[in-house]
């Protein structure tokens, strides 16, 4: 039995929440007319029951939990559709946490011991960059400036 578009965006947004963008797609793929998803999405904006802002506050957090760093975040977040100044407020990379976020990180995949070898301090560098750290952040990690054995 079909359900109405309103029905089917709440029954995605139980789950979790969505970005405006990510809801649409998934409605898009239901066969839904484009007119139909922005009315249903509209009135679910101004219900308060769809919110980018909601969205991207959850999803950061989230994010950070799993060890993601801010540049990573940021990009996925743009990928949902979230505009620049939503993800602007929930995601500042010059936040001290992410550093101490990116040495958590570090000890977490390659133990307490910092690396002495340059091999190694590349190879924890380039698995932070990919967690989306800024250099900043990873030099700060690996104790680049007077680190002391």
């Known amino acids: 039995m079909a359900c109405s578009i ?7 947004l139980a789950r979790r929440e969505h970005s405006r963008r990510e809801l649409e ?8 007319s484009s007119a139909e998803i922005n009315g249903a999405l509209d009135q679910l904006i101004d219900d308060g029951l769809l ?18 760093g801010p540049l990573k975040i940021q990009a996925e977040l743009k990928m949902r559709g979230v505009n620049d100044e939503i993800v602007a407020h929930y995601l500042e990379p010059q936040d001290a946490s992410w550093r101490e976020l990116a040495e ?8 307490d011991a910092l690396p002495d070898e340059y091999a190694q301090r590349m190879r924890q560098a380039r698995f932070l960059q990919q967690r989306g750290f800024t250099h900043e952040q990873i030099n700060a990690a690996l104790k680049t400036e007077g680190s002391s054995d």
Do not use: H, P, T
């Not at 797609?25 to 839904?32: E, P």
């Not at 919110?51 to 993601?68: L, W």
């Open 6 to 12: 309103r029905e089917a965006a709440m029954n995605y």
């Open 104 to 111: 958590e990180a570090r000890r977490k995949r390659f133990g």
């Open 25 to 32: 797609q998934k409605l898009a793929q239901k066969d839904f």
């Open 51 to 68: 919110s980018d802002a909601r969205f991207a506050e959850s999803y950061v957090n989230a994010r950070r939990q799993r060890g993601s």
